[in-house]
């Protein structure tokens, strides 16, 4: 089992910068390949960004060049650092873990989820 709490959410100005963090609990966090997902109001939850246990990435086009993910084994903790964040960024975003060495760009293959936190950009 794998209990994940996100932070870092809130409300920032078009253009600006948000750090999230996702903290996990478990001896075996690296492990695990970790995604972050959001959901907008009145959409599905999509795909943001993944690693895997080797530390390679994977992101969506609509993120790519603005947005980092990373981890810290040592920590447990999974992070996602947006920059020249847009409205269209405004969701709730989770962070997603699977029992498994490699990403996945698909939600159902995520065993484990956070209970989100809220990003809002103000244009």
């Known amino acids: 089992q794998v209990q994940l709490v996100e932070s870092g959410g809130g409300l920032v100005q078009a253009g600006g910068s948000l750090r999230l963090s996702c903290a996990a609990s478990?001896?075996?966090?690296?492990?695990?390949?970790m995604g972050w997902f959001r959901q907008a109001p009145g959409k599905e939850r999509e795909f943001v960004a993944a690693?895997?246990?080797?530390?390679?990435?994977n992101y969506a086009d609509s993120v790519k060049g603005r947005f980092t993910i990373s981890r810290d084994n040592a920590k447990n903790t999974l992070y996602l650092q947006m920059d020249s964040l847009k409205s269209e960024d405004t969701a709730v975003y989770y962070c997603?873990?699977?029992?498994?060495?490699?990403?996945?760009?698909?939600?159902?293959?995520?065993?484990?989820w956070g209970q989100g936190t809220q990003v809002t950009v103000s244009s």
């Open positions: 478990g001896r075996t966090f690296s492990r695990y390949a």
């Open positions: 690693i895997s246990g080797g530390d390679g990435t």
């Open positions: 997603a873990a699977r029992n498994a060495w490699v990403v996945a760009l698909t939600r159902s293959l995520y065993a484990y």
